[in-house]
């Protein structure tokens, strides 16, 4: 593996589209990306969720989780999806990440995903984009 060079970071986001059949249109556990390795060391420093699709359905709420490992793993940020939040499109919502303990903060090996808990209302219909946006120290090639 590549040492790190002495010349801070950078950012890089992840985008993830989340259409509503499947996930938001449901109250059952549902895996977005299980296990996804990253194959670099970084460190989640912000999720955003963007609507993408106008959330409808009385009252509609999803749990999305993201988490270091498998479905099971370290929750490491978590965000509530409601249609009270999504009735425009590109409109911009931040979840909360965790840092307790280095729960964001992911090696070479460490894996990523992304869940929807159990629960919640079902929406009628909706439609998300998820930026996970990680800190990833500079290496050098040598």
């Given at each position: ?14 985008a ?16 977005v ?24 359905g ?11 490992g ?11 999806i ?29 894996t ?5 808990a159990?629960g919640?209302?079902?929406?009628s ?18």
């Amino acid at each position: 593996m590549p040492r790190f060079a002495p010349f801070g970071y950078n950012r890089i986001t992840l985008a993830i589209t989340i259409p509503g059949v499947g996930y938001l249109i449901s109250t059952s556990q549902a895996n977005v990306a299980v296990s996804k390795t990253l194959g670099f060391a970084a460190e989640l420093e912000k999720m955003d969720v963007v609507t993408t699709t106008v959330g409808v359905g009385a009252g509609g709420s999803r749990v999305l989780n993201v988490r270091k490992g498998n479905a099971t793993g370290t929750l490491c940020g978590t965000a509530t999806i409601a249609v009270a939040t999504q009735g425009t499109l590109g409109v911009v919502n931040a979840g909360t990440i965790t840092t307790a303990n280095g729960a964001n903060k992911f090696l070479d090996s460490d894996t990523l995903t992304v869940e929807f808990a159990t629960g919640g209302t079902t929406y009628s219909a909706g439609g998300l984009e998820l930026l996970l946006t990680f800190r990833v120290r500079n290496q050098n090639a040598y």
